[in-house]
């Protein structure tokens, strides 16, 4: 098998050891003769992989008890529609902070369900940095909503202290796992697995219980907050194979000393490339502000076109996979969620020196 | 490993030659280096699978050109409120052909939408049977929308000869791909993929394009069909471990012969259990009404509850797993979906004789 390193932005790596006991158990889980993907969603086992992958986010993140845990589906993209469906009333205001392409989907598809303000947007500054939050009344605002971590521009809130309001949304969708937060400070937090957390095809959705009192009726079921509460995010089958690969990474992160054992490593590989962008006299360009630089997404430029297609091929040839950046943006993007390896962000940086050393000139 | 029949109703048996090459390929999908879990939906590996899975099925299922595949998520449920959102308009009616729990289910979301109507229901005869159609006015339904199967109560439209609307939609979850269907006869045909067609977690979609010129505009993205027919279902990040597992599992019906030779599977298959009710002097007391049985979920009854429960745990000891019958209506139920072998199926109808030999006096 050929040595691989995966930078990709999500679909993206999974710890290798996951991969692994899924294959081992892929037709015989716990002994059952069965895979986990035929074993009912209503039966003992597949019901204890559900419940203990909600424990173990819980005890991860340190979620308080007064939030529940929901695995559903359709991505981030639904819970922009969900979350107005869900909450927004006739005469009430949902407010932005756009820091990328993903806030303002967010807002657009809130717009189409009901009123919507841009708090404040990063969008002059071509998203290169998280800007400074105006002051604004809180009631003015039934909802305000955030994205943690821009995977597209590559920046992301170093921490919460300037974003306050009593129901507080945040798209934690590229690095919900990667380090702590404080979940009380949040009304409802979402992501996508497809980055940390697992596979794609389901979604986490942490909910302060209380909300519901607020939330709309006569919603569709599947399109109801409340209908997944109730029925323990069993109303419908879930996509139980995802979940299981979710609990399986939730016990890797467990086995790895949790998040402050996860926030330290992944400190120290985004310093491998950061590393490498800062020493080259500018001939790697972060595309991110220092002061707003995320730890997941690394996003930088080389001084041409040419050079970055020279660049992306040398990579692919030495096994380095998913460094184009988005299509929307172009240039360079290194994504080192929680399941890449150190060597993979240490062979980056020296290839990323080499290639310096040779082009640079 | 131990012995096992899995007549679970779904998520339910899939190929075990599926499984096995899904198990082999795990860490390294076609000599990548990775899972195809970990290759980006955009990337060409990833969209071959995809694109394929989309070719076969228009093959086996003979889907005319002016159908489009899509490969969603939600489940059925979620079809159930998409179809209204995007199908009526003010002062337009559905009609719904009402033959179980799931074809209520489907009009109890549409009717939070829009305007509804029953056609006919089964109710009245317990869902015994699938009722006699009266003739209704084409142009009184802007859509008429018809269940298949019927998983829990165990009953199955023969053939749709009788059914005839120039927008019809059909929830055929549990028996897509068990038998060949009249594709052109239906404007809308969905499916959840955990029964026939692969693990839960995706959902197939096959819809006549110029449908789309009626469709409402200003949904959510997300939540129109237009939006995934631009984008061939990469809107969003598709669940692409599931699709690719339905990518294997229709190899592997093509590799069996196509629809004809699976739907004469399925008759034998089922042939042997119904044997097993109908030479049990009573003592076995199907569910359905003779002339509408289902090929997929054979439903039973034991002359009393302490009969049905000994029934089951002695089952449970031979290896045969999924017999008891959906929570809401008791008894027993066998799914004998495509990944059922027809072993399974002996083995059970052997396991019938042999407890009605033992009980039955």
């Given at each position: 098998?050929?040595?691989?390193?995966?930078?990709?932005?999500?679909?993206?790596?999974?710890?290798?050891?996951?991969?692994?006991?899924?294959?081992?158990?892929?037709?015989?889980?716990?002994?059952?003769?069965?895979?986990?993907?035929?074993?009912?969603?209503?039966?003992?086992?597949?019901?204890?992989?559900?419940?203990?992958?909600?424990?173990?986010?819980?005890?991860?993140?340190?979620?308080?008890?007064?939030?529940?845990?929901?695995?559903?589906?359709?991505?981030?993209?639904?819970?922009?529609?969900?979350?107005?469906?869900?909450?927004?009333?006739?005469?009430?205001?949902?407010?932005?902070?756009?820091?990328?392409?993903?806030?303002?989907?967010?807002?657009?598809?809130?717009?189409?369900?009901?009123?919507?303000?841009?708090?404040?947007?990063?969008?002059?500054?071509?998203?290169?940095?998280?800007?400074?939050?105006?002051?604004?009344?809180?009631?003015?605002?039934?909802?305000?909503?955030v994205t943690s971590n821009n995977t597209i521009f590559g920046t992301q809130w170093e921490n919460f202290n300037a974003i306050s309001h009593p129901f507080l949304i945040a798209d934690m969708s590229s690095d919900i796992l990667s380090r702590k937060i404080p979940v009380e400070k949040f009304g409802i937090i979402y992501a996508g697995a497809q980055k940390n957390l697992g596979p794609a095809g389901v979604t986490v959705v942490i909910l302060r219980k209380d909300l519901l009192q607020q939330a709309n009726k006569d919603l569709p079921a599947i399109l109801s907050y409340e209908t997944h509460v109730k029925n323990r995010s069993l109303y419908n089958t879930p996509p139980t194979f995802s979940i299981y690969l979710l609990h399986l990474v939730l016990q890797w992160v467990k086995s790895l000393g949790g998040l402050d054992a996860i926030e330290k490593k992944n400190e120290e590989k985004a310093a491998f490339i950061y590393e490498a962008i800062d020493h080259s006299n500018g001939f790697y360009s972060g595309h991110a502000t220092k002061d707003s630089r995320s730890l997941m997404n690394i996003t930088f430029t080389l001084p041409n076109e040419d050079l970055t297609k020279t660049f992306l091929a040398e990579a692919e040839q030495r096994g380095f996979i998913g460094l184009a950046g988005h299509r929307s943006v172009g240039g360079c993007r290194a994504s080192t969620y929680n399941a890449v390896p150190m060597e993979a962000c240490k062979a980056l940086r020296n290839f990323m020196d080499e290639f310096y050393l040779n082009y640079g000139n």
């Amino acid at each position: 098998m050929k040595q691989v390193f995966n930078f990709n932005a999500g679909p993206a790596a999974l710890p290798k050891e996951v991969l692994q006991q899924a294959q081992q158990e892929m037709l015989n889980f716990k002994d059952s003769g069965i895979s986990v993907m035929e074993h009912s969603h209503r039966g003992k086992l597949y019901e204890s992989v559900h419940e203990e992958a909600k424990t173990l986010l819980k005890e991860l993140l340190s979620i308080p008890d007064s939030y529940e845990v929901l695995f559903l589906q359709g991505g981030a993209s639904l819970q922009f529609a969900m979350l107005p469906m869900n909450f927004l009333k006739q005469g009430e205001l949902a407010g932005f902070i756009t820091t990328g392409a993903w806030s303002e989907k967010a807002r657009n598809e809130a717009a189409k369900i009901g009123a919507t303000e841009e708090i404040v947007s990063g969008k002059e500054q071509n998203y290169t940095t998280i800007p400074a939050l105006p002051s604004f009344a809180e009631d003015r605002y039934k909802y305000v909503h955030v994205t943690s971590n821009n995977t597209i521009f590559g920046t992301q809130w170093e921490n919460f202290n300037a974003i306050s309001h009593p129901f507080l949304i945040a798209d934690m969708s590229s690095d919900i796992l990667s380090r702590k937060i404080p979940v009380e400070k949040f009304g409802i937090i979402y992501a996508g697995a497809q980055k940390n957390l697992g596979p794609a095809g389901v979604t986490v959705v942490i909910l302060r219980k209380d909300l519901l009192q607020q939330a709309n009726k006569d919603l569709p079921a599947i399109l109801s907050y409340e209908t997944h509460v109730k029925n323990r995010s069993l109303y419908n089958t879930p996509p139980t194979f995802s979940i299981y690969l979710l609990h399986l990474v939730l016990q890797w992160v467990k086995s790895l000393g949790g998040l402050d054992a996860i926030e330290k490593k992944n400190e120290e590989k985004a310093a491998f490339i950061y590393e490498a962008i800062d020493h080259s006299n500018g001939f790697y360009s972060g595309h991110a502000t220092k002061d707003s630089r995320s730890l997941m997404n690394i996003t930088f430029t080389l001084p041409n076109e040419d050079l970055t297609k020279t660049f992306l091929a040398e990579a692919e040839q030495r096994g380095f996979i998913g460094l184009a950046g988005h299509r929307s943006v172009g240039g360079c993007r290194a994504s080192t969620y929680n399941a890449v390896p150190m060597e993979a962000c240490k062979a980056l940086r020296n290839f990323m020196d080499e290639f310096y050393l040779n082009y640079g000139n």
